[in-house]
């Protein structure tokens, strides 16, 4: 018994050291195979480079971190491609550096994602999951999401102007920036998730099972202490969990805005699903509007 309680506080030890150990102990993503579509990868000092030739790609990786002042882009041929990177290996990801694609982004990691406080993401569409997504749903544009994940938190700069940033997990917080003016944020914990996603950036979100297990001992499944914004476009914070895993399912202790434009309502939605759940704001939620002649918008 000594040796099993032993294993479990060091792999936790493992992993939060490896979340906060210092910048220069990172490198960047390692071990890439291109499993549907093409792309070209080159790495130059600090700096790597991948060039997707196809609207859609996956790659697996054995890890995917960006140290500081690492930079990671991904060229794609349209800002509607899509490229699937999913983690394989045991490591949890560290985006501490620069990220950016002229597309969009899913990182998958079962084991965890960390964007720090010095991170710089610029994407046209953002999807970070600690759920996992099958090949065929993917490439057929099935978005369905499963599995009993890790933690999907943001203390950075996440930027989607017209897009989407969607984070998905078993707890989901963010305490840093995260913007898409006339696009969509999601946050949403669960442990099976679909979001349908609109050319035009909007995306909805249905939690379709609870999770049932808070492994980092959170307070709230879904926690928003810092700043969201989404002018024109729609915030939503959203889980399901099963009765007493968290305190509260979902939390907003920041400020989230989706100010209205001419012809472009903001919607914010803050979603408990589950017996005895609660949704909870002590924060700022701003709808209103942000040119003349539009009307506010909505908060549900």
Known sequence: MRKRKYFKISALFTILSFLFMPQH?????????????????????????????????????????????????????????VALNRVVGADPSSILGTLTATGKLFLINPNGILFGPNSYVDTAGLVAS????????????????????????????????????????SSVENSGVIEASLGSVALASGRAITLNLDPQGLISVVVDEATSQNLEDKDSAVKNSGTISAEGGRVILTAKALEAVFDKAVNNEG????????????????????????????????????????DGGFVE
């Open 130 to 169: 600690t759920l996992n997504i099958s090949n065929e749903d993917f490439l057929a544009g099935r978005y369905t999401f499963y599995g009993q994940g890790g933690s999907v938190v943001n203390q950075g700069y996440i930027s989607a102007p017209g897009g989407y940033v969607a984070l998905l997990g």
């Open 255 to 294: 400020i989230i805005e989706a100010k209205s434009l001419v012809n472009k309502k903001g919607e914010v939605y803050l979603i408990a699903e589950g017996e005895n759940s609660l949704a909870s704001n002590t924060g700022t939620i701003d709808v209103s509007a942000e040119e003349s002649g539009a």
């Open 25 to 81: 102990g990172y490198s960047l993503p390692q071990g890439a195979d291109i499993v549907a579509g093409s792309a070209e990868i080159s790495t130059k000092d600090d700096t790597m480079e991948v060039n997707v030739t196809t609207e859609k790609m996956i790659a697996n990786w054995q890890s995917f971190s960006i140290a500081q002042p690492e930079a990671v882009h991904f060229y794609q041929p349209s800002s509607s491609s």
